[in-house]
């Protein structure tokens, strides 16, 4: 009877331990992000109301938070429900971040807007100095950017360089996700890792 019982645990626990989520490495967030290069063909900012916990546009179209949650949620970590509880404790922090009149948290949008993904990751990661120098960004690490027209953007390193040796960014700039050598393309204005737990 213990061998029939240990032969049906390992029959339902060994699919699961298969297709657990990967470990949340910088390796492994690269991957999730670059994943959706190629899936990812639009850009749309159109606000939306979204399934909570898990909730998400369609796959084929999104916004440049949008690589970073959903890269980040292949690893077993829900920005939606992390940025929006974090923003319900803090509300003060957030609010001094943001650009626009929020009245109160937005489970809808909360983490699918720059500000609030980066003070999230200052909070809760490592926030590092923008640099103009190539060495100090590694793969796996999270960069905001000013855009012209003052819009904000955001990106993750890749693992991959270009022919300066300039790191990679996967991002969603306008044209879906992809995987481009836009690093300082623009001004620099956050740095940040965050591998949780």
């Known amino acids: ?23 949340p490495t910088p390796q492994a967030l690269v991957a ?9 063909l639009q850009y749309d900012p159109r606000y939306e109301r979204l399934a909570y916990p898990g ?10 938070t949008d690589v970073v949650v959903r890269a980040y949620r292949q690893l077993g970590q829900d920005l939606q429900v992390l940025v929006h509880e974090d923003m319900r404790k803090a509300w003060q922090v957030y609010q001094q971040q943001g650009r626009w009149q929020m009245k109160a948290p937005d489970r ?32 796996g690490d999270i960069v905001t950017w000013r855009l012209p027209r003052n819009l904000t953007h955001i990106g993750i390193v890749s693992d991959k360089q ?22 300082f393309s623009y001004p620099i204005t956050g740095h940040y890792r965050w591998q949780p737990r």
């Open 162 to 183: 270009s022919w300066g040796g300039v790191p990679l960014i996967i991002h969603n700039i306008g044209e879906g996700a992809r995987e481009e050598n836009i690093l």
């Open 108 to 139: 809808n949008i909360d983490h699918r807007r720059v500000p609030n993904l980066g003070t999230y990751f200052a909070r809760h990661g490592t926030s590092l100095p923008p640099s103009k120098e190539a060495h100090a960004y590694r793969a």
């Open 1 to 23: 009877m213990p061998s029939r019982l240990l032969s049906t645990l390992l029959f339902v626990l060994l699919p699961l331990a298969l297709h657990a989520a990967p470990a």
């Open 55 to 64: 909730g998400d546009v369609p796959l084929e179209r999104g916004v440049c």
């Open 32 to 40: 999730a992000a670059r994943s959706q290069v190629g899936v990812t």
